[in-house]
C-alpha cells in the first residue's frame, strides 16, 4: 500500500474535508493506464478492430482510452510501430485545452518524454510544433517518441525558457508550459515522488512556476493561447500562480478550458488579495473524480500587446548531387516521394526534410529539425528509422509483412536475421500493414535494420 506523506495528508483534509478521504483511498489503488491513438497512422475504430482490446473512452480526448495494464501494451508490436502513446489518461486533458489549427505554430516549452507534444501534433496536422526541453538527459526519449508517431513538423531544441523568449519573441499562436511541480499526481506512479514531497518542496516549486510562466507570456503572439499546467493538486503551484500570474499580466485573460467531464479550478483555495470567480475557468481532474492520476490546466488568452514580424529559418537545400541520391533511392525502394512540400536539407552525412517556414533558429540550441530521411554513405542514401515510421504501408515497394504474433517479428525486433524470399533491396517490416522498420534483402536473406538501442530481447 502507497505511504502517503502525512503532512500531504493533513492539507488534503484542509482543503477537502470529508471527501479527503475519498482522494487518500484512490491514492493507495494502482495507476490507471491510457493509450491515446495515432490518427496519423489510424482511426480509434480501427485500433479496436485489430486488437478487440477491452477499452473505455476517455470523456475528454476523442483519441484516448482506458486499456488495463495485464495486456502490457507497451510491449506489443503496435507500440513499436507508433500506433498509440501510453499516456496518464489526465494528462491528455493538457493538448486539447491547447487545441492548436492547423497551420499553427505551436511550441511546447518542457516536452520530455513527448506524450504532449504527440498529441499536440495530432491536432495540429501541418503547422510547426516546436518541442523544447532543457533537461539534456530525457532528449532521447523524446526524440524516440516523435519518431515513432511519423512526425515530419516538429523541430527538438534544448534550451532555457528566457532564451527562447529573448530570441524569437511573441511569435506563437499557442504555447503550453507544462511546469516542472511536486508531483503529487505521480504518487501512484512512482514512489520517488512520495519519498521526495514535502511543503517546502511545494512552495519553491511554486516560485519556479511563477518565473516559468512569466518567460513562457513573452513568446505568445496577440490572440494566441498560452496553457499552463502540472501533475500535483497542490494550489500554490496552480490557482496561486495563475493568479499572481493574471494579477501581473492584465494583458492576458483566462479562458474555459472546454474540456468534458473534469472539475473546476478552487477560486477559495487563492488569498483574497488575488482571488477572482474566474479561477473556476481552470480545471482539476483527481483521482477520485476523474479516470487517471490527476492534472490541473489552466487557459490563458493574451489579448493585446504588439506583434513582432515573425523571422524566418533560411535554409541551404541539399547540393544537386544530394538531392539526386534521395531521387534515387525513391525511385528504387518507395511507391512515391513521401515529402515533396518539404525542404531537402543535408546536415553533415545526414539528410532532413524541413518545413518550409521554421521559426528562425540561429543561436538555439538545435537538436533536429523536420524529419531525418537518412545518412549519405559511400555515394547512396541509407534510409533512417524515422523515414520508416514516417511511411505508410503503402510507401514501399518491397514490404515484408509478419502478424503480431508470428515467431520472426519478435525476432525481428530482437535484431535478428530473417529469411524470406523476393526481390533484392530496401524493404519495410510491416505488422498489420503499418511499418515498424527497414531490412535489406539480398539472396532471400533480410539484414535487420531495425536500430539497436530500440531491440527487444525475446
Known amino acids: 500500500m502507497a505511504v502517503i506523506p502525512q503532512r500531504f495528508s493533513e492539507r488534503m483534509r ?80 493538457v493538448a486539447e485545452t491547447l487545441a492548436p489549427k492547423a497551420g499553427n505554430w505551436v511550441l511546447d516549452l518542457a516536452a520530455a518524454p513527448g506524450g504532449k507534444s504527440t498529441h499536440l501534433l495530432s491536432l495540429l496536422g501541418k503547422g510547426v510544433l ?101 501533475c500535483t493538486f497542490a494550489p500554490e503551484e496552480n490557482e496561486q500562480v495563475i ?16 474540456l468534458s467531464g473534469v472539475s473546476p479550478g478552487e477560486p477559495l483555495w487563492v488569498p483574497t488579495s488575488w482571488r477572482s470567480a474566474k479561477l473556476g475557468k481552470a480545471a482539476r481532474l483527481w483521482p477520485h473524480r476523474q479516470i487517471g492520476e490527476g492534472h490541473f490546466v489552466a487557459k490563458l488568452r493574451r489579448i493585446a500587446g504588439d506583434a513582432p514580424a515573425r523571422a524566418y529559418q533560411p535554409f541551404i537545400p541539399a547540393p ?75 510507401g514501399a515497394q518491397r514490404t515484408l509483412e509478419l502478424a503480431p504474433e508470428n515467431p520472426q517479428l519478435a525476432h525481428y525486433l530482437a535484431g535478428d536475421v530473417l529469411e524470406a524470399a523476393g526481390e533484392d533491396g530496401w524493404l519495410i517490416i510491416t505488422v498489420a500493414g503499418f511499418p515498424i522498420g527497414w531490412g535489406k534483402r539480398s539472396q532471400g536473406i533480410v539484414k535487420n535494420r531495425y536500430p539497436k538501442g530500440l531491440r527487444i530481447t525475446h
Request: charged share 20%; net charge negative.
Open 320 to 394: 544537386g548531387a544530394t538531392r539526386a541520391l534521395w531521387r534515387e533511392f525513391v525511385s528504387a525502394a518507395l511507391t512515391s516521394d513521401p515529402v515533396p512540400d518539404l525542404v531537402l536539407v543535408a546536415q553533415g552525412e545526414q539528410l532532413y526534410a524541413v518545413p518550409e517556414q521554421l521559426p528562425r533558429l540561429s543561436g538555439l540550441s538545435l537538436l533536429r529539425a523536420g524529419l531525418w530521411l537518412g545518412t549519405l554513405k559511400k555515394g547512396r542514401l541509407e534510409p533512417s528509422h524515422a523515414l520508416a515510421l514516417a511511411l505508410t504501408g503503402s
Open 130 to 230: 516546436i518541442a523544447n526541453e532543457v533537461a539534456r538527459g530525457r532528449l532521447k526519449a523524446l526524440g524516440e517518441n516523435l519518431e515513432r508517431w511519423g512526425s515530419t513538423h516538429a523541430v527538438i531544441t534544448n534550451n532555457e525558457v528566457a532564451r527562447l523568449a529573448q530570441g524569437w519573441g511573441a511569435v506563437f499562436d499557442g504555447v503550453l508550459l507544462d511546469a516542472p511541480c511536486s508531483g503529487e499526481g505521480m504518487f501512484r506512479k512512482a514512489p520517488e515522488a512520495r519519498d521526495h514531497w514535502s511543503e517546502a518542496a511545494v512552495l519553491g516549486c511554486a516560485a519556479r512556476q511563477e518565473a516559468l510562466l512569466a518567460e513562457a507570456a513573452d513568446l505568445v503572439r496577440p490572440g494566441g493561447v498560452l496553457v499552463y499546467s502540472t
Open 243 to 258: 493568479a499572481k500570474f493574471l494579477a501581473a499580466h492584465p494583458e492576458f485573460e483566462l479562458l474555459p478550458t472546454g
Open 14 to 93: 484542509n482543503l477537502l474535508g470529508s471527501e479527503s478521504e475519498r482522494l487518500l483511498s484512490a491514492l493507495a489503488e494502482p495507476p490507471v493506464m491510457g493509450l491515446r491513438v495515432n490518427t496519423f497512422k489510424l482511426t480509434p475504430a480501427a485500433l479496436q478492430q485489430l486488437t478487440s482490446w477491452p477499452i473505455s473512452p476517455v470523456p475528454w480526448c476523442s483519441t484516448g482510452f482506458v486499456i488495463p495494464d495485464e495486456l502490457r501494451p507497451g510491449k506489443h508490436p503496435f507500440h513499436a510501430a507508433g500506433l498509440y502513446y501510453l499516456q496518464d489518461p489526465s494528462a491528455m486533458a
